[in-house]
C-alpha cells in the first residue's frame, strides 16, 4: 500500500463532539437570553434538542438534507416561531453564528496535534466531514492543506464525491489516500466504496457493526503512524 496523503475526518476523530456542541448550544442560550428572553425561556438547550428531527424533515424536504447549517437556522426559526416572538432572517443568522463561533472551540484528543504534525511533515492532509466544524478555525489547522464539509461542498458522506473532491485536491488517486475515520458507515465502508484505504478509529473499542472485515483499526491516531510505518 503506497499513501501519499492521509483525509481524516473531524468529529469524534479529532476531538470529541459533544463537549463543543453543548458549548455551543450554551452559547445561543446565553445570546437568547439577551436578545430574546421569551424564546430563551421556552427552549433552554435540551427542548432545542427536541426541534432538531422537524427541522431534518424541513431539509431533506427542501433539498438541504446535507446541509447542516440549513438545518441549524431553521431549528432556531422553528424556536423563534413556537413562541411567536418576531425575527428576522438577519437575526436568525446571527443566532446561528454565534452558535457556530464557539462550535469551533474544539478540545483535541490527546495526542493528536502532535500526531498530525508528524503526518504532515511527511503527506499532505486534507479534512473531509458532514459537520460544520471548519478545521482552518482551530488551531490544527495549520496542519491541513484543505478541507471539505458536506455543507460548502453540497454533497455528504457516503456520497463517493466527497472523497474524491479530497483526493483531487491532493492530486492522487484514491487508492493512494488513506482515510481515517470513527463511523464505520460515514468514514470506513464509504471511503472503502471510494476505492481509498482506510483506518477505522474506535477510542471505546465498540463491536464492528458492519458485515465483514472492519480492515485496520486503533484506539487512537497513532495507529495512523503504525501503518503508515
Request: glycine residues 6%; aromatic residues 6%; proline residues 8%.
Amino acid at each position: 500500500m503506497t499513501i501519499r496523503a492521509v483525509s481524516f475526518d473531524l468529529d469524534d476523530t479529532l476531538w470529541p463532539v459533544w463537549p463543543a456542541i453543548v458549548r455551543a448550544e450554551q452559547a445561543l442560550q446565553a445570546w437568547l437570553a439577551e436578545h430574546a428572553a421569551p424564546v430563551a425561556d421556552r427552549f433552554p438547550p435540551e427542548r432545542m434538542r427536541e426541534l432538531r428531527p422537524k427541522a431534518g424533515e424541513l431539509a431533506a424536504a427542501a433539498g438541504f438534507s446535507h446541509d447542516l447549517a440549513w438545518t441549524r437556522r431553521t431549528q432556531i426559526g422553528l424556536a423563534f416561531a413556537a413562541t411567536g416572538h418576531p425575527a428576522s432572517e438577519d437575526m436568525i443568522a446571527t443566532g446561528y453564528q454565534v452558535f457556530e463561533d464557539a462550535r469551533q472551540l474544539v478540545e483535541p484528543y490527546p495526542e493528536v496535534d502532535a500526531v498530525l504534525a508528524t503526518i504532515a511533515a511527511r503527506l499532505p492532509l486534507v479534512a473531509v466531514t458532514n459537520g460544520s466544524a471548519e478545521i482552518d478555525r482551530t488551531a490544527l489547522g495549520r496542519h491541513f492543506k484543505g478541507a471539505f464539509s458536506a455543507t460548502r461542498l453540497g454533497i455528504a458522506k457516503p456520497d463517493a464525491g466527497i472523497f474524491h473532491a479530497a483526493c483531487r485536491l491532493v492530486d492522487c488517486q484514491p487508492h493512494e489516500v488513506l482515510h481515517v475515520g470513527d463511523d464505520p458507515h460515514l468514514d470506513i465502508a464509504a471511503a472503502r466504496a471510494a476505492g481509498m484505504p482506510t483506518l477505522w478509529i474506535n477510542r471505546s473499542d465498540k463491536p464492528w457493526p458492519l458485515e465483514g472485515p472492519s480492515g485496520p483499526v486503533a484506539a487512537d491516531l497513532h495507529g495512523v503512524l503504525a501503518l503508515l510505518g
